[in-house]
């Protein structure tokens, strides 16, 4: 393998050169920088990653699953000697150790596909939108509960969610929380479902509208569900269906409607609380470790291996 590691090194530097205008004694740590292309050892890395973030998102029944799934402890019977019971040691394979980079999270499952309705979310600008939303909230029938859910992701990377149900212009119930490691994606997802959650233990609506203003999210909870946070989706659509006389409607973010800012105020106080300690990573954020760490990596390697020369002789012709 290292071998043909140095040979794909020595095409790539021949590449480096041939794009910069630069000496031909210029360090090799100096041409990576400049043309922003790691060596071959991090590239090959950053394609592991991006292969272990692909593993993650494959259900239970596919083949390279089952081949990477650990071997379940058996059942000791205490006449037979204990060396004869412990099963073998998996090799370690290539597929293993690339299994081994990320940590796990929960699968998505092999569902029907479905489509919602053809009529887009989005049928104007975010200023018309939101003057017809308004316009609709004062033509709403009595006894309808309005759900809105919005997510959060703080600088520190914690995503939270929030809902404020409205019931007749009054704010009659709300909640926050927080996920583990997750995108606004999720957060978006989950305070959706919560929000519904909240309002179907109220004995008061007979009409039931979400409202929220992530357009994918929206998407996914009126027909398939995305691969992140299926079980939400899942979950959220047998409810609605339960229920018979449930909407989900998109709203424009951050238009001052009193609703949504009160629930992204209570989404962003969630990324406060203390994380879960049996959450799971879900596979966007998955995926964002996957694209994160090369970059990492590729900016310790340069710190490590820069040139000390204060004022090198090499550089740009």
């Known amino acids: ?14 590449a480096v050169r041939a794009i910069l205008p630069i000496w031909k004694t210029t360090p090799l740590s100096a041409r990576h920088r400049e043309a922003g292309i790691p060596p071959v050892s991090q590239l090959l890395e950053s394609h592991r990653l991006r292969f272990a973030a692909r593993l993650r998102s494959l259900d ?27 099963p073998r040691k998996p090799f370690r394979t290539r597929l293993r150790r690339t299994d081994e980079l990320l940590p796990r999270c929960a699968r998505p499952e092999l569902v029907r596909r479905r489509f919602a309705s053809d009529q887009p979310m989005q049928t104007a600008s975010k200023e018309e939108s939101d003057t017809n939303f308004c316009d609709w909230l004062r033509s709403v029938a009595p006894r309808t509960a309005i759900v809105y859910s919005d997510g959060s992701l703080s600088l520190e990377g914690a995503a939270g969610y929030g809902y404020a149900i409205h019931l007749d212009g009054l704010t009659v119930l709300d909640g926050n929380g927080r996920l583990g490691p997750a995108e606004v ?15 179907l233990r109220l004995s008061t609506p007979e009409r039931i509208v979400v409202c929220l203003d992530n357009i994918a999210v929206a998407t996914c909870l009126l027909g398939m569900p995305s691969d992140s946070s299926q079980n939400e989706f899942l979950e959220f659509q047998a409810l609605a269906a339960e229920h018979g006389a449930t909407e989900i409607r998109w709203i424009p973010g951050h238009t001052n409607i009193p609703g949504n800012e009160q629930a992204d105020a209570l989404a962003k106080a969630g990324t406060s609380q203390p994380e879960p300690a049996d959450a799971l990573p879900t596979l966007p954020y998955l995926r964002k470790v996957a694209r994160r760490r090369p970059e990492d990596a590729f900016k310790a390697w340069w710190e490590a291996s820069a040139p000390q020369h204060k004022n090198p002789s090499w550089g740009f012709c």
């Open 185 to 199: 994606f999720d957060a978006e997802a989950k305070g959706a479902l919560e929000g519904l959650r909240a309002a």
């Open 60 to 86: 239970e029944a596919h083949p390279l699953v089952t081949r990477t799934k650990q071997t379940q402890a058996p059942i000791i019977n205490r006449a037979i000697k204990l060396k004869y019971q412990l």
């Open 1 to 14: 393998m290292r071998h043909l590691i140095r040979r794909m090194d020595k095409s790539l530097h021949t």
